[in-house]
């Protein structure tokens, strides 16, 4: 099956600096990779997603980047700002619509003031 | 649009007890998901359904634990007898980019 890694798990950045959170997988037919926020006491929400055919996209301050040759993709979060201090999980499905999604460890994202 | 529902939000009960969580998914979603959160263990994945079947089941613990979706608007987690290393919260999410309900904070004493 898949398997999913997530690094760094814990991430201080000073606000208005950037953060970056790496992950990898196993499967090659992994084809659909999405982001999600988990901000404490809450639900983890969606914030960007991307699928194989493509290498990179982006929304605002949040970019997501793929390497499939690497089997890598990773979360950009460009001047940050206090909210958001949060958990980010990356995960990875191969069979996007019929399968479960793999979720990495987390990374806990600190914004320091 | 209410997104997922999960009820209750918080239960408390006594080693032994039965309990049942319950979770109305978004209306026209097709899959529905059960997730088990702890600080040890991380975000699990216990149970999914595609169009009310269930097709993967091998993240659910042990026989204690049981899931049913009798329909496209209502699923069910049952423990059954529940135990202290069930204490968890417990995530309900529907959709194929899984939308996730606020979910149920489970204590078992």
């Known amino acids: 099956g898949e398997n999913v890694e997530q690094h760094p798990s814990t991430l201080s950045v000073q606000e208005g600096d950037s953060a970056v959170i790496k992950c990898t997988y196993s499967?090659?037919?992994?084809?659909?990779f999405p982001w999600y926020k988990q901000e404490l006491g809450k639900r983890p929400q969606l914030i960007i997603d991307?699928?194989?055919?493509?290498g990179e996209k982006k929304d605002q301050r949040i970019a997501v980047t793929l390497n499939k040759t690497a089997k890598h993709f990773s979360l950009h979060i460009t001047e940050t700002q206090p909210e958001d201090s949060a958990v980010y999980f990356c995960a990875a499905i191969s069979n996007f619509g019929n399968e479960k999604l793999t979720f990495g460890t987390g990374t806990r994202l600190t914004i320091i003031p | 649009d209410a997104g997922v529902i999960q009820s209750p939000r918080h239960e408390v009960t006594e080693m032994g007890q039965e309990v049942t969580l319950r979770c109305k998914p978004i209306s026209g979603h097709n899959s529905l998901f059960w997730y088990r959160q702890t600080m040890m263990r991380g975000l699990e994945l216990l149970i999914y359904f595609n169009n009310n079947v269930p097709i993967d089941d091998s993240g659910m613990p042990e026989d204690r634990f049981s899931a049913k979706m009798p329909n496209a608007s209502f699923s069910t987690l049952k423990i059954q007898p529940s135990e202290p290393r069930d204490s968890a919260v417990y995530f309900c999410?529907?959709?194929?980019?899984?939308?996730f309900g606020p979910g149920t904070r489970l204590l078992v004493l």
């Open positions: 499967d090659s037919a992994s084809n659909y």
């Open positions: 999410a529907s959709g194929e980019t899984q939308y």
């Open positions: 991307i699928r194989s055919n493509v």
